[in-house]
């Protein structure tokens, strides 16, 4: 099996590091499927969006992510977040108050919405063994 060294860091900490088989994001310009051998590419990642890593050994890594650069080349790819939380770490009653409490009249709390959002859909995800 084709592998690829995966690093996904955030801001304050790098969350997984080691080797995969297909990485799944979400960038601005739409969804991107990664496999060993991809073509170099640097992405922005969508505000809030969901990324799948797959690793090599072990089962597949949901991981919530907001806002950050993704960068490919065919024997690696750099997950550089401003915040990314792990599905199985996401507190999902405090998702639920987030999404409730979030006030969409303004910017901040639409971007807040889909933070909480994106949380949500990461821990179900996870949960469905996705």
């Not at 992405?43 to 919530?64: F, K, N, Y």
């Not at 993704?70 to 915040?83: D, G, K, Q, Y």
Request: cysteine-free; charged content about 30%.
């Amino acid at each position: 099996m084709a592998e690829m060294t995966v690093e996904l860091v955030a801001v304050e900490r790098r969350l997984w590091s080691g080797e995969a088989s297909f990485v799944l994001a979400r960038t601005t310009e739409g969804e991107l499927g990664i496999m060993p051998g991809h073509e170099p590419t640097l992405a922005q990642l969508e505000e809030a969006g969901v990324v799948r890593i797959d690793p090599v050994d072990g089962s597949p890594l949901t991981v919530a992510v907001h806002g950050g650069f993704l960068s490919i080349s065919p024997e690696r790819v750099s997950i550089l977040a401003e915040f990314a939380e792990l599905a199985d770490e996401i507190d999902v009653s405090r998702a639920r108050a987030a999404l409730d409490r979030a006030d969409t009249s303004d910017e901040e709390g639409a971007a807040a919405r889909k933070r909480a959002e994106v949380r949500l859909r990461a821990a179900e995800s996870a949960a469905a063994g996705q």
